[in-house]
C-alpha cells in the first residue's frame, strides 16, 4: 500500500479501545486499535478478519470479535471443535488457546447475509455462541491496525 493510500485510510478510520480479554492473545484490555467502515463497502467481511460489531450482545453498545463463520456457510461445535463446511478451519491466531471449549453440539445454518464472530479467548468470551449469527448490518469495521500499545502497534 502506497504511504497516501495508507494515510488516506488512517485518516478515515475510527479508533476503538478494546475493553476485556475477549480477543486475546490477539488483543488486550486497553489496545487501541483503527477501525475502517463496513456499511457503505461493497464487499463484507472476510473470514478471520476481526471486526467491531453493534448491539452484540443486545443491549450493548459494541464489542469486537473474529469471523468464523461467512453467509450461506454452516458452522458447528462438536466435543470441543469448531468446524467450517465440516472442515476444522486453520486458525493460527489463537496462540495455544483452545479453539473451543466444552462437549456440546451446535450448530448455525448462516443466512445469506450473516456472520459467525467468536472471540479468540473462547473461554471468556460473550460471541455468537451466545447471541448466535450477526446480521451485516451490525457489523460496524473491520480492525485493521493496532497503535497502542506502541510496542504491540502493527497490522491485525
Known amino acids: 500500500m502506497s504511504a ?7 485518516l478515515t478510520s475510527r479508533h476503538y479501545i478494546v475493553r476485556g480479554d475477549s480477543m486475546a492473545p490477539t488483543l488486550r484490555n486497553g489496545d487501541v486499535v483503527l477501525v475502517t467502515g463496513l456499511r457503505r463497502a461493497k464487499a463484507g467481511p472476510g473470514r ?6 453493534g448491539e452484540a450482545p443486545p443491549g450493548e453498545r459494541r464489542s469486537i470479535k473474529r469471523v468464523v463463520g461467512m453467509p450461506g456457510e454452516t458452522v458447528r461445535t462438536d466435543e470441543g471443535t469448531l468446524y467450517v463446511g465440516g472442515v476444522p478451519p486453520a486458525e493460527p491466531y489463537l496462540g495455544g488457546l483452545p ?3 466444552g462437549v456440546d453440539t451446535e450448530q448455525w445454518a448462516l443466512g445469506p447475509d450473516e456472520y459467525l464472530v467468536l472471540g ?4 471468556r468470551s460473550t460471541d455468537s455462541r451466545a447471541y448466535g449469527p450477526v446480521e451485516r448490518p451490525r457489523i460496524i469495521g473491520r480492525a485493521w491496525w493496532r497503535y497502542w500499545p506502541p510496542g504491540r502497534a502493527g497490522r491485525l
Not at 497516501?4 to 488512517?10: D, E, M, T
Not at 478471520?48 to 460489531?53: H, L, M, N, P, S
Request: glycine content about 4%.
Open 99 to 101: 479453539a473451543v471449549l
Open 120 to 123: 479468540d479467548n473462547r473461554a
Open 48 to 53: 478471520g478478519d476481526v471486526v467491531v460489531v
Open 4 to 10: 497516501i493510500r495508507w494515510l488516506v485510510k488512517v
